[in-house]
């Protein structure tokens, strides 16, 4: 199992090499293999062969002087008239041979007479049963002494009318330095030309397996960069593999599908922002309708031509009456804002400069700014930037209560590698815990007049240009946006 996962864990392309060695390997291994067993082979048929062929060679010249001998054809009369004519057959075929009685007796040998007496032993019995049942009259006994393999051949020697008259045996040595030494030869040749083309190999498989894996690591690059919230490029490339140029197309249809999908949750999405903003600017204009309706109804009731306080009553009234419409004027100017972000005008600018130039509109003698470097360009909408620093200082400043001795607002720009970092931090109120995740909601506010609709504003800025808003608040002590923008 832990082999599995290890192997599960390589790549695809690793996969690919290692499986093509390991089966040049095992073609390597059985080609090996099947050629010692080739060699083998022709080694015991080259044996056998040649013992078929002495056997036959000796049995023709036994037979010529079995014809030609005045002795009367017995059995016992074998080693009579093969006294001297073995020893010159086994001379004349380079080979031992022995005539046994039907009955498994030793009757002549080739051997010297001391040795026979010695050494040679009747024939076992099983072996004369194998020679009287076989259809040819012959059996070759195959065995080993001493790491030796012999073989012996026994087989029936017959008179001129067939009928048997003892048996005769050939033991044959067999020989296999040529063969072994053929084998050795061929081996280290083999192993020669395998290691070279093992070195070709592992040079095709590693270029096969990169040429294989190079579609699939584009596909797999294009799928980790698939996202719903941007606009997803197709893959182009033709692949030489119909699988591969399927699963091609099969990304191309679901980039098709996502970006239909992403235009409805999009479109959804706005449909739904947009009922939730008309509702809450419904909510915020009827707020003021209701004072003014109260207003007008109570001086319809109360007016009185000659009340000598009706300059001052119809003063209040008036005053009543553009309090409540500034607030209707200050809550369609909110949504406007919010609801028609201008264009881009991107340009290249000093971010340390915008920053300096936006915070004067401000008098709070409690403002300050900080900056070690003069200059850190980047390229973006002076008026957007002018507007996210003004929208964070403008809620700095109304997060410090009036009654507040001792206040303070920092905005400093600071460089990092590839960013650009400004921070707005005060010593107000801080914001809330169970706040803390719904800041940046386009309706929530935690202040008695407004939409909320600022840091909602200044945070799709932001995002527009591929940069972050955070913050880091506590309770009673302050709070600190952190802007972070991409140094171009």
Do not use: C
């Not at 073609?27 to 062969?49: C, D, G, T, W």
């Not at 002795?71 to 031992?96: C, G, Q, W």
């Not at 909510?283 to 007008?296: A, F, G, Q």
């Amino acid at each position: 199992m832990f082999n599995g996962f290890k192997m599960s864990m390589l790549s695809l392309r690793i996969r690919i090499f290692l499986s093509m060695i390991v089966l040049i390997l095992i073609a390597s291994s059985l080609m090996a293999l099947i050629s010692v067993i080739q060699f083998k082979n022709e080694a015991r048929r080259y044996h056998q062969e040649r013992l078929d062929r002495k056997e036959d060679a000796v049995k023709e010249n036994i037979n010529y002087i079995l014809s030609t001998t005045t002795y009367p054809l017995t059995e016992r009369n074998l080693p009579y008239i093969f006294k001297d004519k073995i020893h010159e057959l086994s001379d004349i075929h380079n080979v031992e041979i022995n005539i046994y009685s039907l009955t498994g007796n030793l009757l002549k040998s080739s051997k010297a007479s001391f040795s026979v007496d010695n050494v040679s032993p009747p024939i076992p019995k099983y072996v004369i049963k194998l020679v009287q049942s076989s259809i040819e009259k012959r059996y070759v006994d195959i065995k080993s002494v001493d790491g030796v393999k012999i073989r012996s051949s026994f087989s029936q020697i017959k008179d001129d009318k067939f009928k048997p008259l003892g048996i005769l045996n050939l033991p044959y040595v067999e020989d296999d330095s040529f063969y072994e030494n053929e084998i050795q030869e061929f081996l280290v040749r083999l192993s020669q030309v395998y290691f070279f083309m093992l070195i070709i190999a592992f040079t095709l498989a590693y270029f096969l397996s990169s040429y294989i894996t190079k579609s699939l690591k584009t596909i797999s690059d294009k799928i980790n960069q698939t996202s719903l919230d941007q606009k997803n490029e197709k893959i182009v490339i033709e692949a030489n593999s119909r699988e591969i140029n399927s699963l091609i197309k099969a990304y191309n249809r679901m980039v098709d599908k996502l970006e239909e999908s992403a235009t409805m949750l999009a479109q959804s999405e706005r449909e739904q922002a947009w009922r939730e903003m008309a509702k809450q600017v419904a909510h915020e204009i009827k707020n003021p309708l209701t004072p003014m309706r109260l207003t007008v109804q109570s001086f319809q009731r109360k007016f009185d031509p000659e009340d000598p306080d009706l300059k001052q009553k119809l003063n209040d009234y008036s005053k009543t009456l553009i309090q409540q419409i500034d607030t209707m004027s200050s809550v369609s100017s909110a949504f406007s804002n919010f609801a028609s972000m201008p264009a881009q005008q991107n340009e290249t600018l000093n971010v340390v400069e915008v920053v300096e130039f936006s915070l004067e509109i401000f008098n709070e003698e409690y403002l300050h700014f900080e900056s070690k470097e003069e200059e850190i360009i980047t390229i973006m909408d002076r008026t957007q930037l002018v507007r996210i620093i003004t929208n964070l200082v403008k809620n700095a400043i109304q997060a410090i209560p009036e009654e507040q001795e001792q206040k303070s607002i920092l905005v400093a720009v600071k460089r990092g590698r590839t960013m650009v970092n400004i921070t707005v931090k005060d010593n107000g109120i801080g914001i809330e815990v169970e706040n803390r995740d719904r800041i940046f909601e386009p309706k929530f506010t935690t202040k008695n007049s407004g939409m909320g609709l600022g840091l909602g504003i200044i945070k799709n800025i932001i995002e527009n240009y591929k940069g972050t808003i955070t913050f880091e608040s506590q309770p009673g002590k302050g709070t600190t946006f952190i802007v972070s923008l991409p140094i171009n």
